[in-house]
């Protein structure tokens, strides 16, 4: 009886390091490289200025016109300026 418990104990702690790992994984390869892209974003939308060069996420590209805190007004052709949420950005081109 002993031993039949003592190995139930340990295949209960291989469990735990199998799903600990497991998570592991999962934080390295998904979880923090999503962050980083995500801190990279948010630092590249902070930093615009006017003169900048941009694509939306909708795919129009124009030129930064003004900026403020939350939005981005932006200059597309035929002298249209369109404002948009500063999450819109996608990129700088």
């Not at 923090?32 to 900048?52: C, N, Y």
Request: proline share 1%; net charge positive; glycine share 12%.
């Amino acid at each position: 009886m002993v031993l039949l418990q003592a190995g139930a104990g340990g295949g209960n702690m291989s469990f735990l390091v199998l799903m600990v790992g497991m998570f592991a994984v999962m934080y390295f390869f998904m979880i923090r490289p999503q962050q980083k892209k995500q801190k990279e974003q948010q630092k590249m939308v902070s930093e615009l200025k006017a003169g900048d060069e941009v694509i939306t996420a909708g795919g129009l590209h124009g030129k930064v016109v003004t900026t403020d805190d939350s939005t981005v007004t932006i200059a597309a052709g035929g002298g249209a300026k369109l404002t948009f949420d500063k999450s819109a950005i996608a990129k700088k081109s």
